[in-house]
């Protein structure tokens, strides 16, 4: 499972692995101590750890939304936690151009669900040679990330991941649909449920997507109970006020509890 990455460790624990941290990197302290506190846990739990941090948030529903805080400062926060801590670390990307910037800072380079069909991305990210974890359309089936998959190995690149993050159930809620995790393993890649984006409740009225964050747990215990081999959590130590997606994060108070459970469950499936 990902030996691609050599900075992951807790590989023998028998455990999903997990990809945590804010929804954006809001600055180098916060980023840092969100970092500290998930390393503990995992490494308490032994659980393989990946963090995960948005350098820029490029879709956003109002153009005054907070989209980060510079690119340049926010990525060299991310390869200073990669280098502190001897984690490796995941970013999204959102343009061709992006992809060899983004990948000299962080070692996963994610594909928005969003742009989860967007060729040249996805090629852009394949060629770096970096970890490329692409995030399933809400509006796509399980059955059609086969081609995504394809697309990054056809350019030369076996190191995938496909995550799966619900799909749009009429205009303002999510559902997921778990047959799709084990359809998405036939395609021979790890595949991780986002837990947390799977509860938003996209298109309110106020322009700021809502959420269930209360139902993470529920989402995450699903998921592994089908053999999800990781799982993707937004936390943040206070969501409420957290500068982007707030509504749908893990309080980070909250973490170790629910992976203690999850790891347990882990252990009683497999």
Known sequence: MLDYLDKLKNTDSGNFF?????????????????????????????????????????????????????????????ERIGREFGVPTVTDIHESAEAAMAAAYVDVLQIPAFLCRQT????????????????????????????????????????????????????????????????????GVPVVMDCTHSLQQPNQSSGVTGGKPELISTIAKAAIAVGADGLFIETHPDPANAKSDGANMLHLDLLEETLLKLVRLRQAVI
């Not at 393989?48 to 879709?59: Q, T, V």
């Open 120 to 187: 040249d991305l996805l090629i852009a990210a394949a060629e770096t040679g970096k970890v490329v974890n692409v995030k399933k359309g809400q509006f796509l089936s399980a059955g059609s990330m086969k081609f995504a998959v394809e697309k990054v190995k056809e350019a030369g690149n076996n190191k995938v991941i496909l995550t799966d993050r619900g799909n749009t159930f009429g205009y303002q809620d999510l559902i997921v649909d778990y047959r799709g995790l084990p359809e998405m393993q036939g395609f």
């Open 18 to 78: 997990l990809m945590a941290g804010p929804c954006a990197i809001e600055g180098e302290d916060i980023a840092m101590r969100i970092a500290d506190k998930i390393i503990t846990i995992t490494d308490k739990l032994h659980i393989p750890y990946i963090f995960k941090g948005s350098y820029r948030k490029a879709n956003r529903s109002k153009g005054s939304s907070f989209t980060g805080i510079g690119d340049e400062k926010a990525l060299r926060i991310l």
